[in-house]
């Protein structure tokens, strides 16, 4: 059993950047994939970065690629996502979670394919 939870929500204006955490703590960290995604009010859960266990491959949703990084650090049982450039849009909680497709080495953007979740963020873009 693996429990997420995330940091660094906040308020900030559009064109900042903020960064997100999530530590996990309760399994084995380094095997599992991790990904982001969000869910802005009287909208669908959307996906927006994912990295595989070890590092080596991540993939990003296209409303944020070129400004999201997601990234890890299995040594801390840690994710992050570096968020710049941010626009009013990305305004939604943020929720990390872990999956296990492929033993962790593969990606997917379905919620569905990830087994743990975290409480989720708020980030508010404000103009």
């Known amino acids: 059993q693996v429990q997420l939870v995330e940091f660094g929500g906040g308020l900030v204006q559009a064109g900042d950047s903020l960064r997100l955490s999530c530590a996990a703590s309760?399994?084995?960290?380094?095997?599992?994939?991790m990904g982001w995604f969000r869910q802005a009010p009287g909208k669908e859960r959307e996906f927006v970065a994912a990295?595989?266990?070890?590092?080596?491959?991540?993939y990003a949703g296209d409303s944020v690629k070129g400004r999201f990084t997601i990234s890890r650090d299995n040594a801390k049982n840690t994710v992050y996502l570096q968020m710049n450039s941010l626009k009013l849009e990305d305004t939604a909680v943020y929720y990390c979670?872990?999956?296990?497709?492929?033993?962790?080495?593969?990606?997917?953007?379905?919620?569905?394919?990830?087994?743990?979740w975290g409480q989720g963020t708020q980030v508010t873009v404000s103009s």
């Open positions: 979670a872990a999956g296990a497709t492929g033993g962790g080495y593969l990606l997917s953007s379905h919620w569905n394919h990830y087994a743990y």
């Open positions: 309760g399994g084995t960290f380094s095997s599992y994939a």
């Open positions: 990295i595989n266990r070890n590092a080596a491959t991540t």
